[in-house]
């Protein structure tokens, strides 16, 4: 993301007479010296005029008034100024208006601290306190917090996104109003709010911000609610842990949860990551030996990386290291099965018995004779071996 080249686009709507600022979080981080996201546009112009103006746009959300501009290689959300429309349904504004206000555009959106626009000249035009509320490290609604919530719960998740992200408390009336109005997200499709969950889980502060659900008892009205989350921030280190899956995996072992992939499923995942997750934790309650061929080469350096990430999460020690592993898994003699001297076709063709689960078993005895080296992985001693058991077989 580059700031010049959003500048070009500002620089452009206001060559053809429009109003336009950089808006929303990106202003946010800026002022906090954060890691800058993407770079979001707000502009008097109507969409169809944001499509005539530039060479290429993608109508992404025209109906919401966004549009996507194409520039030097980077794209931009540029969104048309809106009014908070009514929200009859809990889901999206009934109507959306347009407006030509910066001002009206700003009073719809969900916090102080991401209802500021960067002025071209570096400025910040800031009509609700937002950069007072940085200084105070405060999560506010803009206006009334109870109407605010109403016509949107799930900006409760947010607010508790934002709380882990960094590290900030809730103003009071903020805090008051979520607690009375928790229920609300019952309205709020799990989709919605397991996006922001995930958001949460990836902060910073996370141990704080489950703290809180619990403390404001939101857990009751998310998927698989109430929790049994002890919340123990003298112990779990979240910065250890590295992906989606691995902090899912800590959230439900934390819990005890027995079957992950069926607790899963009322939060909506995708099937992927539902199986991602199950396996990181069935693994991790396996207790692998992390130096151990066999188990290298059965999970793959990725998979036992993420359950040593999850080893030190809960406050273990772990011995082993990411280059012992990655050395052991070079010397394996094979990576996958298909790098194997012989198939299941060998085998049938050798021990002459009708196909059933042996052919499996046999293979998977072989596979580990020779991840271990103690069966070279050559066609003609391996049918050599077969040949001995065999024997040994028949004799004993
Ligand atoms: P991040 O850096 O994590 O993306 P963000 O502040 O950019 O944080 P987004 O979800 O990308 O968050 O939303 C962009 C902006 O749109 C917000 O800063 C806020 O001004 C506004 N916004 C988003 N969702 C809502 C909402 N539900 N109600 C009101 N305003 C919202
Ligand atoms: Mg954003």
């Not at 439900?252 to 995942?269: E, Q, R, V, Y």
């Not at 020690?317 to 012989?342: C, F, G, W």
């Amino acid at each position: 993301m580059s700031f010049s080249k959003a500048e070009k686009v500002i620089e452009q709507l206001k060559n053809n007479g429009y109003d336009a600022y950089i808006v929303g979080g990106v202003v946010r981080d800026l002022l906090l010296k954060k890691p800058l996201g993407d770079i979001d546009i707000a502009t008097s112009a109507l969409p169809e005029d944001v499509q005539r103006i530039f060479e290429k746009t993608i109508p992404v959300g025209i109906e919401h008034g966004t549009v996507i501009v194409r520039m030097d290689g980077e794209s931009y959300e540029v969104t048309t100024f809106r009014k908070e429309g009514k929200y009859e349904d809990y889901r999206h504004p009934s109507e959306v208006e347009f407006h030509d206000s910066i001002e009206v555009d700003l009073s719809r959106r969900d916090f102080t601290i991401n209802a500021m626009a960067l002025r071209q000249d570096g400025t910040v035009f800031d009509p609700f306190g937002g950069k007072k509320d940085l200084e105070k490290k405060l999560i506010r609604a803009v206006g009334n917090p109870q109407e605010r919530f109403r016509e949107d719960p799930l900006r409760m998740m947010r607010a508790l996104r934002f709380l882990s992200a960094l590290g900030f408390s809730l103003d009071n009336e903020t805090y008051k109003a979520l607690k009375m109005n928790a229920e609300l997200l019952n309205k709020i499709s799990v989709e919605r709010i397991r996006e922001e969950f995930e958001k949460l889980l990836a902060g910073l502060h996370c141990e704080e911000a489950l703290q809180f659900i619990l403390e404001a008892e939101l857990d009751q009205y998310l998927p698989n609610g109430p929790f049994e989350f002890e919340v123990n921030p003298a112990v779990f280190k979240w910065e250890t842990l590295s992906s989606n899956e691995e902090r899912w995996a800590a959230f439900l072992l934390s819990m005890g949860i027995s079957n992950p992939f069926d607790w899963l499923h009322a939060w909506k995942p995708s099937n992927q990551k539902r199986k991602q997750v199950s396996h990181l934790v069935d693994l991790y309650r396996d207790d692998p030996e992390f130096k151990n061929p066999v188990t290298i080469y059965k999970n793959g350096l990725e998979r036992l990386s993420s359950v040593m990430r999850l080893k030190q999460f809960f406050g273990n020690q772990v011995s082993t290291t990411r280059k012992e592993m990655d050395a052991i898994y070079e010397r394996l003699p094979i990576h996958k099965r298909s790098e194997l001297a012989v198939d299941g076709n060998d085998l049938q063709a050798q021990v002459k018995q009708p196909p059933g689960p042996w052919i499996a078993e046999l293979l998977e005895t072989i596979e580990c004779r020779v991840v271990t080296g103690t069966l070279k992985n050559d066609p003609g001693e391996i049918k050599e071996w077969i040949t001995q058991c065999n024997q040994a077989q028949e004799n004993g």
